[in-house]
């Protein structure tokens, strides 16, 4: 009988320890996280939703955000806020405001939360947490043509310097130049460039012909599309302008030189035919003077 009893109280004592541990497990949980996207520099406003779903009330509880390791600091507020009582099987919201740094890459950022409380009996318990906020930063593309004379009815090499302005990167950008009146492709009009970092730059070399009676000003309709680094898509439209010049037109403004070879050979032409007759009629005079 004793026996039987010892077991019994065992097993008693095992089951009140665990069911101890899963109603502290379960006292305070995050119900809820509320948030959005927040751009580099920009404010944004965390709602934590903690229930309380324990037997008893709970008190002095306590939520702080970790953000030593995260692009992110305090903004207004502290990055601890204190409840004074969760009563049982209710939902309070802890709000914290928050500021993205300026240089705060693109992604998914894991915030460190920490809760305490004290409960029924005055015990202070711990539980820890993560929650995610997303900093999304889009890149900014320019276009722009590097230096270089273009001229009519002739072979050109013509650059694209292909910019990202942003903060974020832009991932398997790809350009395509469209067809247009006035200039031909003399190389391939579409170009996969990848990847171009933050405030980094990149180039594309076309061969291109304009034809003989091209407009001074020729359009250049681009399409550039590329992802961010949530993977997001865009695609977007450049129109460029073109300065052509015919070759008359680009000697007049000083852009291009004058072909001056075909003077310089008539000139030494000359001289040789001047130095020729001079020597003729050096010795035309020379053979009347021995004649006399």
């Known amino acids: ?11 008693l004592i095992i089951a009140f320890l665990i069911l101890s541990t899963v109603s502290f497990a379960h006292a305070l949980i995050i119900d809820s996280v509320s948030t959005s996207e927040i751009n580099p520099g920009k404010k944004s406003t965390i709602t934590i939703g903690l229930e309380n779903d324990a037997d008893d009330d709970i008190t002095d509880v306590s939520i702080s955000l970790d953000l030593t390791s995260v692009p992110f600091a305090p903004f207004d507020s502290s990055s601890e806020y204190g409840i004074d009582e969760i009563r049982e099987d209710k939902t309070k919201n802890a709000v914290f405001q928050i500021i993205a740094l300026n240089n705060a890459k693109s992604g998914i950022y894991k915030i460190p939360v920490k809760i305490t409380f004290k409960n029924a009996e005055d015990e202070i318990k711990t539980k820890d ?27 050109n090499d013509l650059s694209i310097r292909v910019t990202n302005k942003g903060l974020s990167d832009a991932k398997f950008l790809e350009v395509e130049i469209k067809e247009s009146s006035n200039i031909k492709f003399l190389s391939s009009n579409k170009h996969y460039i990848g990847d171009i970092d933050s405030d980094d730059f990149d180039s594309i070399d076309l061969k291109v012909i304009f034809e003989e009676d091209a407009p ?28 052509v010049y015919t070759s008359s037109r680009a000697i007049e403004l ?16 000359l001289i040789i035919i001047l130095f020729v007759v001079y020597r003729r ?3 035309r005079m020379r053979d009347k003077k021995a004649r006399k």
């Open 281 to 283: 009629l050096r010795k």
């Open 129 to 155: 947490s993560l929650i995610s906020v997303v900093v999304n930063s889009e890149p900014i593309i320019d276009l722009d043509i590097e230096e270089g004379l273009l001229l009519a009815d002739q072979n």
């Open 254 to 269: 000083g852009l291009k030189e004058r072909n001056l070879t075909g003077f310089y050979i008539i000139g030494v032409l």
């Open 216 to 243: 001074e000003k020729v359009n250049l309709p681009i399409t550039v599309t590329y992802k961010d680094d949530l993977n997001k898509e865009y695609t977007e439209i450049f129109n460029l302008d073109l300065d």
């Open 1 to 11: 009988m004793n026996k039987i009893m010892k077991i019994t109280l065992s097993v």
